[in-house]
């Protein structure tokens, strides 16, 4: 008999798994029973008196930008026998049609032909379903069905096998047709047969797939199974499997908490209190003066003088920051490369005082130990068969996390400790204005518009513009340089580098530095020693190698010589994964945007840091 409740608990998954490998809407793969985790109302009474909300105002701005309603963010439920484990996320078994293994019969959970088996609390891994009985002689193991229907819109449904096997009628040998499922695949194309032994009517799953497929599948009935509910849709159809890497894409948006500058908050201020604000916003500052501290609408501003105030609401454009990503990171930016760097509840940031290390001077023009440092990430939504387009967000429709208008969204909090390099953005601008129009740039370029091109099948609509979000040559070289520094900590220090993240900050202007920090999930504290690192007889040596390394891989030539090229819609230059490449946690790229040449000479010329001498 299927489970009345949902399967609660998922074993060892820890929250940052839960919302960036399996969070709501994903499949998550137990090894008997694939589970579908539910939306936000099914989590809505895992929550007890604590409602786990982690503040953090920035994140939670750029979250309402794309849902209005959002007030929280919660940090994953606890489970209740034990407060330290991150359990408790409502999953539901899903696909539900299941084939048992040993006589092929194919059914849904829903007919409850098989029984539910879950020995051991707490060990869902354990837990499946069976055939009792089989055959008449013995117990067999069910698993899933793996085929599913998904749509653009990110619907997602049950393969029809019933309505398939019988050419989209009903069986005419019995009310309750007797299903099978023989598969036969070998490592080559599908080769699926679904047998109904009630009418002796068979199907192949191959005339499901390709173009022809189409015509052989029904239209899109709009299922949410997250949210157990069904829309409007009608839109195409396709068959996917069960750990398809196109099932499920995150997306997330994540800030450091840094300490929010004094005009920052005041701008923050003006933009969360615009609709009540409307009354003064005609008053000069003179006239503003004397209600500062009587009017209730202007008791948030307590803080701040008529004359501060009178200068933010004539700065502030309405709705101006709506869709500017980038923007997020000016914040850090500010507290990174603040002469006097504020500290705050989970920021500190010091400099050394003797400066950048003499030997360092030609490649960097700052040096910043992050000592204490927090990571928020949200997670607003997903979309399946194609990836969210972060350059243009419109493309790829999201589906929802809730079945009204969310009022919170799941947050992850990771603590740890950092580096930050500024590089001289005065010269990079420089350099990319010389080397724009090198050949190495320009193949880069196209190659960026045919990846894009590529990822947006005719699934699409609406103005697509593929060099959208082209991030430009000096955050080649910034992302390069991070990259190997990187892989030389993780070297020379023995951290894992999965343990390490990194963030760019380049925006072609006057912004132009790296951050790596260590981003230990659900761990409070750090690793230790990140930050000694930028003790600066270790930096040095680190920066030496790095450089001194990059300039061979075991690849070469191969690697030295390798430029984008097309049909390849590659991202990266002289990049592989003995000199370049990292894990993808680690990198907030997908390991694209790298190339050596840019970093050390490579005899061409093109490297915007001098070589070490
Ligand atoms: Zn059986
Ligand atoms: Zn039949
Ligand atoms: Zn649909
Ligand atoms: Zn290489
Ligand atoms: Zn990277």
Not at 124 to 142: Q, S
Not at 218 to 246: F, K, M, T, W
Not at 344 to 357: E, L, N, S
Request: hydrophobic residues 35%; aromatic residues 8%; glycine residues 8%.
């Amino acid at each position: 008999m299927a489970p009345k409740q949902p399967i609660r608990e998922v074993g060892t998954a820890r929250p940052s798994h839960l919302m960036f490998t399996g969070g709501i809407g994903a499949i998550i793969d137990l090894p008997n029973i694939a589970a579908l985790v539910g939306g936000l109302d099914d989590w809505e009474p895992q929550y007890r008196d604590d409602d786990r909300e982690v503040i953090e105002p920035r994140l939670l701005e750029a979250t309402r930008r794309r849902l209005r309603k959002v007030a929280q963010l919660r940090l994953v439920p606890l489970s209740e026998e034990d407060d330290r484990s991150p359990n408790g996320v409502p999953v539901r078994p899903f696909p539900a049609w299941m084939r048992c293994t040993r006589c092929n019969r194919l059914t849904s959970l829903e007919s409850k032909f098989f029984t539910y088996v879950n020995t051991k609390r707490g060990r869902p891994d354990l837990a499946r379903f069976e055939h009792r009985n089989c055959g008449g002689r013995t117990d067999a193991k069910a698993v899933p069905a793996r085929f599913l229907l998904a749509c653009r819109r990110g619907h997602l449904d049950e393969f029809p096998y019933d309505w398939f096997v019988h050419k989209g009628g009903t069986c005419p040998g019995a009310q309750d047709a007797r299903l099978q499922m023989l598969d036969r695949a070998g490592n080559r194309a599908v080769n699926v047969l679904i047998k109904c032994d009630s009418c002796k009517a068979e199907r192949n799953l191959r005339e499901a797939m390709g173009e022809r497929g189409k015509e052989h599948l029904p239209v899109c009935r709009g299922r949410h199974p997250h949210l157990g509910d069904y829309s409007a849709c009608g839109e195409e159809l396709r068959p996917i499997i069960v750990g398809a890497s196109n099932l499920w894409f995150p997306q997330t948006v994540s800030v450091l908490s840094v300490p929010p500058d004094h005009d920052d908050a005041l701008a923050g201020l003006v933009a969360e209190h615009r609709e009540s604000l409307e009354a003064v916003a005609t008053l000069s500052a003179e006239q503003l003066e004397p209600i500062m501290r009587s009017l209730p609408q202007l008791k948030p501003f307590a803080a701040y003088e008529a004359a501060e105030l009178r200068a933010a609401l004539d700065a502030h454009v309405p709705g101006g920051t709506a869709g500017a990503e980038s923007d997020l990171y000016a914040p850090e930016w500010k507290a990174f490369t603040a002469e006097r760097p504020d500290d705050g509840r989970h920021f500190t940031a010091v400099r050394d005082p003797g400066g950048v290390p003499a030997r360092l001077k030609p490649y960097f023009t700052d040096v910043v130990r992050a000592e204490r440092l927090r990571e928020v990430r949200a997670f607003h939504g997903f979309t399946r068969l194609d990836a969210p387009d972060p350059e243009q967000p419109e493309l790829v429709p999201t589906a929802p996390l809730s079945r009204g208008e969310p009022t919170w969204v799941p947050a992850s909090e990771v603590f740890g400790e950092g580096i930050f390099l500024r590089v001289d953005a005065e010269a990079l601008k420089e350099w990319e204005r010389r080397h724009e129009s090198s050949e190495a740039a320009e193949r880069l370029r196209r190659a960026w518009g045919r990846f894009r091109e590529k990822r947006h099948s005719g699934r699409l609509e609406g103005g697509f513009d593929p060099m959208a979000g082209w991030p430009g040559m000096g955050y080649v070289v910034l992302h390069t340089l991070s990259h190997l520094l990187i892989r030389t900590i993780a070297l020379e220090c023995g951290y894992n580098a999965a343990s390490l993240a990194e963030r760019i900050y380049s925006n072609g202007d006057d912004r132009a530095g790296i951050l790596v920090y260590t981003a230990v999930p659900d761990a409070e504290g750090t690793l230790g020693g990140l930050v000694s690192l930028a003790e600066p007889a270790r930096l040095t040596r680190i920066v030496r190698r790095a450089l001194m390394d990059a300039e061979h891989c075991s690849g070469d030539p191969v690697c030295a010589d390798h430029l984008p090229a097309e049909p390849a819609d590659s991202l990266h230059g002289a990049a592989c994964h003995s000199c370049l490449f990292v894990s993808e946690t680690t990198c907030e790229r997908g390991n694209r945007f790298l190339d050596r040449r840019y970093v050390v000479g490579l005899g061409d010329g093109l490297s915007f840091l001098p070589p070490w001498t």
